[in-house]
């Protein structure tokens, strides 16, 4: 059973009332985006959950950060664990759905976790299914919201199975998005790659790097990468 409660250095995310608990990946793609965002931008976290990102993303720059959770026992939680923290002035959260809900402003910066487990087995729950599975928001739908609530200077972060990163490529590029980076995460150096971290713009870059990270060596250990990469977070780096 997932413990009720996850302790970081600066903050604790309590998650026994969300589907979705604190993973290691949603931890690189926090961490990824924190340190590249500027301290005047206004960052939006679609799918907040436990509001692990929106935290991440606070703790790391100046920025007000906004979340949207459509879940109402997870958006309860997240409501409890954005206001037990330094930055709670600069947080805020509302209760809706990405596709019809009109938020205050444009956003700078997008960040997102969706659900992706499209093509699989759907889990029992209801609440973990929404969470897991794309059963009420697809990829398509997805990429539209980013694109409604963006500015047009805008650029924005997501989490995706590795298998499924080329599709979702092709949809943010017939939606006018260009790619900046890719980030590829893989367990052990053994492993193949199991998650895809994008990054786009409204703007053509001329040339978009990948990056591998690897979270474990084989003798076991996190990496210097992966350690350099979380210390900010994580209790015992």
Known sequence: MANSYFQFKQFTIHQDQCAMKVCT????????????????????????GTGLLMMMVAQQSQAEVHGIEIDLAAYKQLKENVSQNG???????????????????????????????????????????????????????????????????????????????????ELAIRQGFHLVENLLVKHTPKHPYFRSILHYSRHKENFAPEFELVIQQEEGGYTDDFTELLKPYYLYL
């Open 87 to 169: 930055w709670k002035d600069r947080l805020r959260v509302f209760p809706g759905d990405v596709r019809t809900f009109s938020f205050p402003r444009k956003y700078n910066f997008i960040i997102s976790n969706p659900p992706f487990f499209e093509n699989d087995l759907p889990s029992d729950a209801d609440a973990e299914q929404v969470a897991k599975h794309s059963k009420l928001l697809k990829l398509e739908e997805l990429v539209q919201a980013i694109d409604d609530n963006l500015d047009t200077e805008g650029s924005f972060g997501v989490l995706l199975p590795y298998q499924r990163w080329t599709y979702f490529h």
């Open 25 to 48: 990946d949603a931890c690189i793609l926090g961490a990824w985006f924190a340190a590249k965002i500027p301290d005047y931008y206004n960052v939006l976290d679609m799918g907040s």
